[in-house]
């Protein structure tokens, strides 16, 4: 209701509205939606945003028949970025979609090309819907709407994010009940997005490269001797355990435990991964929580269980086409 009564304030009363009840899934529920349009240009909501002031304003002025058009995002009640668009990156050999600025502090922003936009907020013009009546499938809940923007770069059309911030829940396909169309594990997720790159992502479109470091006090860390349980097995977790001086699990010395249940027991990097409520923290010297951006949620989740253990956590820092990946000690806050 929140995202409708946002959209009213500054919607036109000639403009019709199509509210559709969501399907087994994303892509499914957007198909259903356009087999219901009579044509020309569409605007696609999900029920996770909120306007702002001047957003009808802002995207009157770009709109086309021929271009694609999303919105950049905030953090629900924040003014910290969540995205800027999207952008196809390589990433150590791998590509990847960058989101642009995401945690920096909402500023002035430019009308910019990208590889991808929100989908909760997607303008498609009607030429463009007439060449891709059809959202793919193989976007498992999450990136349906991306697969549909590449496509339509590869026939010649425009994709821009607009300059204008709305806020974004980000909830609306995590809701669904099946964990193959909502878990947001790195581990699923990363074979989906695997086999989207190689069906629907040219290697013209990626145009920037980007190197992954660590510390030396994070490398320190690792041949310290320490038993360190790792919390989180994401991008950056991987990251670590494939670094060739942070020889993780010879010794026996390193765990890893996450908040997903569907991750307990898979394998990563030789160890079984472990359910934090079932994990004894006794066990080890130090918890190192490797979820970006999260430490302090995480923190909250853990401090009971975690004893006498130190708590330390991963900060990424951006330096040009670099991420750094430092050491911090957690700080209640």
Not at 312 to 321: A, H, L, Q, S
Request: overall charge neutral.
């Amino acid at each position: 209701m929140r995202t409708l009564l946002s959209l009213l304030r500054e919607l036109p009363p000639d403009i019709d509205i199509d509210i559709v009840r969501e399907r087994a899934f994303r892509e499914e529920t957007l198909n259903f939606a356009l087999s219901r349009h009579q044509g020309g240009d569409l605007l696609i909501l999900g029920d996770d945003v909120l306007f702002t002031e001047g957003w009808y304003a802002t995207l009157v002025k770009y709109q086309r028949d021929d271009i694609i058009l999303g919105f950049p995002m905030l953090y629900p009640d924040t003014e910290i970025i969540q995205d800027h668009g999207y952008d196809l990156v390589d990433i150590d050999g791998k590509i990847s979609l960058l989101p642009s600025l995401r945690g920096e502090t909402k500023k002035r922003v430019a009308v910019r090309d990208c590889d991808a936009v929100c989908g909760c907020a997607m303008f498609i013009g009607g030429k463009v819907w007439q060449a891709l009546p059809k959202f793919s499938l193989e976007g498992k809940n999450r990136w349906g709407e991306a697969i549909y923007g590449f496509l339509a770069k590869k026939k010649g059309f425009s994709l821009k994010v607009l300059d204008h911030f709305l806020y974004h829940f980000g909830k609306s396909t995590k809701s669904n009940k099946d964990k193959a169309y909502s878990s947001e594990s790195f581990l699923l997720e990363k074979d989906i997005w695997g086999k989207i790159v190689d069906k629907y992502v040219p290697k013209s479109f990626v145009k920037r490269k980007i190197e992954r470091k660590i510390s030396t006090a994070l490398k320190e860390l690792m041949h310290s001797g320490q038993k360190i349980l790792i919390y989180g097995v994401g991008s950056v977790a991987d990251f670590i355990a494939k670094d060739k001086l942070a020889i993780l699990n010879k010794s026996g010395r390193i765990g890893f435990c996450s908040g997903l249940p569907e991750e307990a027991g898979v394998l990563f990097h030789g160890n079984n991964i472990g359910y934090y409520q079932g994990v004894d923290f006794s066990q080890y010297d130090r918890v190192l929580i490797t979820v970006l951006g999260k430490e302090q949620e995480i923190y909250r989740l853990l401090k009971e269980q975690v004893g006498d253990s130190q708590i330390d956590y991963i900060f990424e820092e951006k330096k040009g086409d670099c991420f750094y990946y430092d050491l911090r000690t957690i700080k209640e806050g």
